[in-house]
C-alpha cells in the first residue's frame, strides 16, 4: 500500500526554521523524484522544490532560493525540507510529493505528480 507521512513542528515562529520530513513507503522510492509544495488557504498551490532520485539533484521556486534545501535519504525512503529564516507568509500546508525521474520536471512545474502525501499544516506567528 502507497503511503506518504509528512511530519514535522506545526508551531513556528518568525526568524526561525522548519524542517518536514516525508517518510515513504509502497513505492520503488528511489525512482522517483519527490517535490515538496505548499498551499495558502484561499490560494493555490506552489512549489517550493524538488529533489531527483540522485540527492545532490535539486530545483527550488526563485522565491525561496537561499532559505530551503530539500534532501534526501534514500536508505531511508525519507525526503526532507528544511527552511530557514521563516516569516509570516510561510504559513500554509506543505505536501511531499513523488513522480517518476523520466521528465520529473516538467512534470513538478505542471504539479503532474504520481504520489500525493496528505499535507501537513505550518503556522509561522510571533
Known amino acids: 500500500q502507497l503511503q506518504f507521512v509528512e511530519s514535522g513542528v506545526g508551531l513556528l515562529h518568525p526568524g526561525g526554521s522548519l524542517i518536514l520530513s516525508c517518510a515513504a513507503s509502497g513505492f520503488t522510492f528511489d525512482v522517483y523524484a519527490i517535490a515538496w509544495y505548499r498551499q495558502v488557504p484561499g490560494k493555490e498551490r506552489e512549489g517550493v522544490g524538488c529533489v531527483g532520485n540522485d540527492p545532490y539533484i535539486t530545483y527550488y521556486t526563485d522565491s525561496l532560493e537561499g532559505r530551503v534545501t530539500i534532501s534526501r535519504d534514500n536508505a531511508k525512503a525519507t525526503v526532507y525540507l528544511q527552511l530557514n529564516f521563516l516569516e509570516p507568509e510561510d504559513t500554509a500546508v506543505y505536501y511531499c510529493?513523488?513522480?517518476?525521474?523520466?521528465?520529473?520536471?516538467?512534470?513538478?512545474?505542471?504539479?503532474?505528480?504520481?504520489?500525493w502525501g496528505k499535507g501537513t499544516r505550518v503556522n509561522v506567528c510571533s
Open positions: 510529493a513523488a513522480v517518476n525521474i523520466r521528465g520529473f520536471l516538467a512534470k513538478y512545474y505542471n504539479f503532474n505528480m504520481d504520489y
